[in-house]
């Protein structure tokens, strides 16, 4: 049975004064727990990973599995370019709770990150890692995109178990779905094509929008389980202009302006990021209060 079967959000990470603020992040883990997410992703792109100190990391990864429900899964962000790095981060969030780690494509040397390379990348981690490794490919960020033929070779390592593929190409997420076994679990990236995703062999999601219309989310993939598909693609259709504002038009500031509209704490971006400017809060809030979410 699916393990990763379900919505989880990549939350963002609070900070006050530029401080990791744990009592915010628990005013969120409150509000979170009652809707019927499956887990929840610390360190992603939209937890502002890149930004966090190694000792913040391991605070926040630790935090989360406190707030969270017993019930829900603690996915980690742990790649980085080195191999010995993403090991040493990944067992050591393995020790205080994570469930699995995500790990990121490396990609300075992008030119060089073929085939082979990632290969042996993938295989190191997951070899010397004590929880199982979820692929994150995600090349808007990265500039490195995983090919089928790579997908389908890590997948046959017994420690990797999944990957969250962060593209609305349907075209790659079919043949991720359908070139690897039956438990390697295929995770919708974006929120955008959810529904598409979830139709598509997509087991679950890690997707933005799940911070700010969690049970919104959770119900798309519930009306395809129970084959609801227009009920699922009616909401599909109406979170998309949301959907499009937290992600490629205002990204991470727009995602914690989002969650301050809405009751959560969402804060400031860390520098270098910039907070939404007043203007793009009022269409923010207009998006918001077309889109109706329940909180």
Known sequence: MSKLNGIFPPIPTPFISDELSLVKLEHNFIKWNTTGLHGYVVMGSNGEGVFLTPEEKLRLTEAAKKFASPDKLIIAGTGSESIRETISLTNQVADIGADYALVLTPSYYKSEMKHESLILYFTRVAEASKIPVI????????????T?????????????????????NIRQLIEFASGTPDDFEVLVGTASILYNGLTSGATGAIVALANVAPRECVQIQTHVKSKNYFEALALQQKTI???????????????????????????????PLLPLSDEAKIDLKNVLDRTEIYT
């Open 241 to 271: 202009p949301l959907n499009k504002l937290i992600t490629t038009q205002y990204g991470v500031a727009g995602l914690k302006a989002a969650m301050d509209m809405l009751g959560y704490f969402g804060g400031e971006p860390r520098a």
């Open 148 to 168: 089928a033929d790579t997908v389908a070779r890590l997948a046959e390592h017994p420690n990797i178990v999944g990957i969250k593929n962060s593209t609305e």
């Open 135 to 146: 692929l994150y490919n995600v090349p808007k960020f990265t500039g490195v995109d995983l």
